[in-house]
């Protein structure tokens, strides 16, 4: 890129920069020392504030960059993230948002924690939402190292990494200073800018195609250099069975992890009731549903219009395919139009990995100082002690995704964000589902459920081709590849249930039935809710 494509972005960056650190410090003056504040922003927000919000939170990187890369290096096979991410809240709102919001106080352990011992649940369910949302929060810092490499044409690794680091700062300041409050306007602002965003690309792509959605089909088709098969299931997924079982485990985990993700979850304890959350869940369904019937547009049109070599050439992984395509839309990188465009999404690309990384390290350190501190000090903290303590986890946590996010540069975002739904869906989705429908579930059975799904799934990615085995692992020169599949949730998800069903049967704990009876009551009417 040259300096008349570089500046006008980087101005762009710094005025949404400028207007998130306003929010957060008009955030940290109201009630900052408020556990109910810091964690949940009052419960003071609207369904259809919240529902932008939620959208905000879940429209990543992996989204908006990830999955048009994917779409326009694999046709067809990239279009199962889309699909898969919005046929996920589906689960959420016949399932989990009212029932949680109903059970639950600021994080997932509050809602399992109801009918059981409470220590070692909060421990598990602690540990297993913070790798839940480091996984996550790679992701998005992969992503902005891609997009400012584009941007800056590719010089050097310094730069990435330093941006890297940028965004974690940034991220630490948001949830340190402004806590939930400050994150929910942020999301808010970004929803409206990345919608604006892809619906004025989407309209460009359909123009040049005088709205032909066929010729804009057959056109990447023809570009991709697979012909028809572009358009067809096996790209990526099909080539033998190994790809195939890949398939269903990745689609595994995309429906049935976003139900498991800690930085969704705490999102329904920010609206007063349990009819605000459901309500809350409709608008995000309409606005993230919009959202991806337009990636599928823009993915298929960067491989029309772009071209999967150029994609790839740029970076390797795809990621930066969308930004491309807004270059050639305006007219190409000579031109006015095209310097303008490039800069507005790749300013909306930014604000939208600063305003996911917020939230994502708000729910984290959460979990941190309401469930492993309160739970480790043998006596509950204090709210203004937990306030204290989730300022300071944010720290690390922000210190760790960079390192891991340096180390992961060269991965799809989508991709990436598909093992923290597999851990999600592992660890997380068995707990809360147990807890909520089954009478005789027990505390040992809820340790297990965290357990059995949350090692298992670690321990496939580490075993797995995304580590070790091949050029495009995370250690190239080292071979300790023992799991075929990148995704493990074909295995880890079924032994989540089996495991929390094995440790409830030989528990020599009784069930507390009355217990159970009163958290069936409130999550199903809202009688002593929060």
Same mark, same amino acid.
């Given at each position: ?5 570089? +500046?006008?972005?980087? /101005? ?45 939170? #879940? ?12 779409? =326009?290096?694999?046709? #067809? ?23 949680? @919001? ?13 009918? +059981?011992?409470?220590?070692?649940? @909060? ?57 939930? *409050? ?10 409206? !800018? ?15 195609? &005088? ?5 804009? /089909?057959?056109?990447?088709?023809? @570009? ?38 800690? &930085? ?27 959202? #991806? ?32 395509? $807004? ?5 190409? $990188? ?20 600063? %305003? ?5 390290? /708000? ?5 941190? %100082? ?7 000090? *043998?006596?509950? =903290? ?50 809360? !589902? ?9 505390? @040992? ?70 217990? &159970? ?9 809202? $009688?002593?809710?929060?």
């Amino acid at each position: 890129m040259t300096d008349d494509h570089r +500046m006008p972005a980087l /101005l762009l960056f710094s005025v949404f920069v400028a207007i998130t650190l306003a929010i957060t410090t008009w955030a940290s003056r109201n009630r900052r020392g408020s556990a109910e504040e810091f964690y949940a922003g009052g419960r003071l927000f609207t369904p259809m504030e919240n529902g932008f919000a939620i959208a905000g939170d #879940y429209m990543s990187a992996a989204s908006f960059l990830g999955i048009s890369g994917l779409i =326009a290096l694999f046709g #067809y096979d990239g279009m199962l993230y889309s699909v898969g991410f919005l046929v996920a809240w589906l689960v959420v709102l016949f399932l989990v948002a009212e029932l949680v @919001r109903n059970c639950g106080r600021f994080t997932l352990a509050d809602v399992v924690a109801a009918r +059981m011992r409470e220590r070692p649940v @909060r421990i598990a369910t602690g540990t297993s939402s913070v790798t839940v949302s480091v996984l996550y929060l790679v992701a998005q810092m992969v992503g902005a190292g891609s997009l400012v490499a584009l941007l800056l044409g590719g010089r050097g690794e310094a730069a990435r990494a330093w941006t890297v680091i940028g965004v974690g700062a940034l991220m630490v300041i948001y949830v340190s200073l402004g806590g939930m *409050r400050a994150t929910t306007w942020i999301q808010i602002v970004k929803s409206v !800018l990345l919608l604006g965003g892809t619906i004025a690309l989407t309209v460009l792509v359909l123009l040049r195609f &005088h709205g032909d959605f066929d010729r804009l /089909l057959l056109t990447a088709a023809e @570009r991709s250099g697979h012909g028809d098969a572009f358009l067809a299931p096996g790209l990526r997924y099909g080539g033998d069975w190994t790809a195939r079982l890949d398939f269903i485990s990745l689609g595994l985990a995309l429906v049935l992890g976003t139900a498991g993700l800690p &930085h969704i979850l705490s999102r329904f304890f920010t609206v007063p009731t349990a009819r605000a959350a459901r309500c809350s869940v409709i608008w995000a369904i309409g606005l993230i549903g919009g959202f #991806y019937l337009m990636t599928i547009v823009l993915g298929f049109g960067a491989a029309a219009i772009v071209g999967p070599e150029a994609v790839r050439g740029s970076n390797a992984a795809g990621n930066t395919a969308v930004p491309l395509l $807004a270059l050639d839309l305006g007219g190409g $990188a000579a031109s006015p139009g095209g310097t303008v465009l490039f800069a507005l999404v790749a300013a909306i690309a930014f604000a939208t990995i600063l %305003a996911v990384v917020a939230g994502i390290t /708000l729910s984290s350190s959460a979990s941190v %100082a309401h469930d492993l501190y309160a739970s480790l000090r *043998r006596r509950h =903290a204090k709210p203004r002690s937990e306030v204290a303590v989730a300022r300071v986890a944010a720290v690390g946590i922000g210190v760790v995704a960079i390192a891991l996010g340096l180390l992961a540069r060269d991965l799809n975002v989508a991709f990436l964000v598909g093992l923290a739904f597999a851990v999600a869906a592992s660890a997380n989705l068995p707990v809360l !589902l147990y807890s909520l429908f089954w009478r005789d579930f027990t505390t @040992r059975g809820a340790v297990w459920a965290v357990y059995g799904g949350l090692i298992p799934a670690v321990a496939l990615v580490l075993l797995s081709p995304v580590v070790s085995g091949s050029p495009e692992s995370l250690i190239p020169g080292i071979d300790f590849q023992y799991f075929p599949l990148q995704n493990p949730g074909l295995v880890s998800i079924p032994l989540g249930f089996v495991a929390g069903w094995l440790g409830t049967v030989t528990s020599a704990e009784a069930p507390d039935e009355a217990k &159970h009876a009163e958290t069936e009551v409130r999550s199903l009417t809202g $009688a002593g809710a929060v």
